[in-house]
């Protein structure tokens, strides 16, 4: 049998050659003619897998080492058979951590006190989740909209997204990319709905592109000098919208999930999963050795804000400052440590927060 896997995902090289034949390619060169003779293919979110790539192959099984799965055409699959799994969570640490840093960025160069601040949060799934005890633990009011949860878990403390964004300083999204259903995501963040949202508020999307409409943010930002804004993602990357980048506090190339704990999850998630559907024997993987048992020390820390300042200076990975393409920057990351990736052996205050946001404190 064939697999075909993308080779930016670390540490696979190797675990599958004893069971199949397989074949690395970058995801962008994974298409129809190399597929066609595959029967696993392993992603990430650079190779589209739809009808086009997929008629005619022999494929059943696909396994993307992602949380998003917007690239996996999901109908297509399930109406022929293929079997498709992501990992979800897998970098959700990783993704809190670069909006945490971006908040430090922002509150600081405001001059800003946390504890006055409403935080509007989109989505409140894995990535959300973490984001709600993000903003607990700097003392925000937090303030959460997910409507498919809220109505299949009766819960009744969310509100609607009109609310949430009437009401934050701070709005971030963390759900899907979905153009169908009752909540479709796409273009959530329309000229609309930034009428409704306060002129001085700070927008961050570490989601999909096409949650804002960077049309529409374009022109608010120029209408509204006193708005910030924060974006991981892109309506059409890698080619960005160099103006709305210019205009970002926060710009940068689809790296919010890049830490070294988010890349080794998902690709035990994605070699679990395969061993699981072919019954291949292998359990308990990790990659050897595992590059997550030596943990960073942290030796002091003022607070919470400084604390988060010190494990990721997010202007290190600034489209305008990085000296490589999109892409490029994005397959020679130098995966950062996520919060669970430090113990820090002093803070003078919010002691009782550390653990909160997955820090080992000791
Ligand atoms: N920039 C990056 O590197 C990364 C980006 N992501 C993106 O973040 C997204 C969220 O990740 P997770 O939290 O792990 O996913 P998740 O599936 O755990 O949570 C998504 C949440 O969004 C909610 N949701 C769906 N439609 C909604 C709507 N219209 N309004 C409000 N809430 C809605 C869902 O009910 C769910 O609770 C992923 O789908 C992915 O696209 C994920 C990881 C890294
Ligand atoms: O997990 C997701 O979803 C993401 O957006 C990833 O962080 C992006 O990872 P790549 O698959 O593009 O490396």
């Not at 971030?172 to 259903?181: M, S």
């Not at 607070?303 to 490589?324: C, F, M, Q, W």
Request: hydrophobic share 40%; glycine share 6%.
């Amino acid at each position: 049998m064939k697999l075909v896997a993308d080779s930016h995902i670390p540490y696979l090289k190797g675990v599958f050659e004893p069971f199949f034949d397989v074949e690395y390619l970058p995801g962008h060169r994974i298409n129809q003619e190399v597929v066609k003779d595959a029967d696993v293919l392993i992603i990430r979110t650079r190779t589209t897998c739809n009808q086009d790539l997929l008629q005619g192959s022999r494929v059943k099984f696909i396994a993307s080492a992602t949380i998003g799965y917007d690239h996996i055409d999901t109908q297509y699959c399930d109406s022929n058979g293929i079997r498709w799994v992501t990992a979800p969570g897998c970098n959700a640490a990783a993704v809190q951590q670069w909006l945490g840093a971006a908040l430090v960025k922002w509150i600081s160069s405001k001059h800003l006190n946390p504890k006055t601040l409403t935080i509007g949060i989109v989505g409140i799934g894995n990535v959300g989740s973490k984001v709600v005890a993000l903003g607990n633990a700097l003392g925000m009011n937090v303030v959460c909209c997910d409507p498919p949860r809220a109505e299949r878990e009766n819960i009744k403390s969310f509100v609607d997204l009109h609310e949430l964004l009437k009401v934050s300083d701070i709005i971030t999204f963390h759900v899907p990319l979905t153009r169908a259903g009752n909540y479709p995501t796409y273009h959530m963040l329309s000229s609309k709905n930034l009428a409704l949202c306060k002129p001085t508020a700070y927008f961050l999307n570490s989601s999909r592109g096409g949650v804002v409409d960077e049309v529409a943010l374009l022109s608010y930002l120029e209408q509204n000098p006193n708005v910030a804004v924060a974006l991981d993602v892109w309506e059409n990357e890698p080619d960005l919208n160099l103006e709305l980048a210019k205009r970002c506090l926060v710009a940068t190339p689809h790296i919010a999930g890049y830490s070294l704990e988010g890349k080794v999850m998902a690709t035990k998630m994605v070699v679990d999963a395969v061993s699981r559907y072919f019954n291949l024997g292998i359990t308990l993987w990790w990659p050897t050795p595992n590059p997550l048992t030596e943990k960073q020390v942290i030796a002091s820390a003022k607070n919470i804000l400084d604390l988060i300042g010190k494990t990721y200076r997010i202007e290190s990975d600034d489209i305008r400052i990085i000296d490589k393409d999109f892409e490029d920057y994005r397959n020679t990351y130098n995966y950062r440590r996520d919060f669970t990736g430090f113990k820090v052996l002093k803070i003078e205050e919010d002691a009782e927060k550390v653990g909160m946001l997955g820090f080992e404190l000791g």
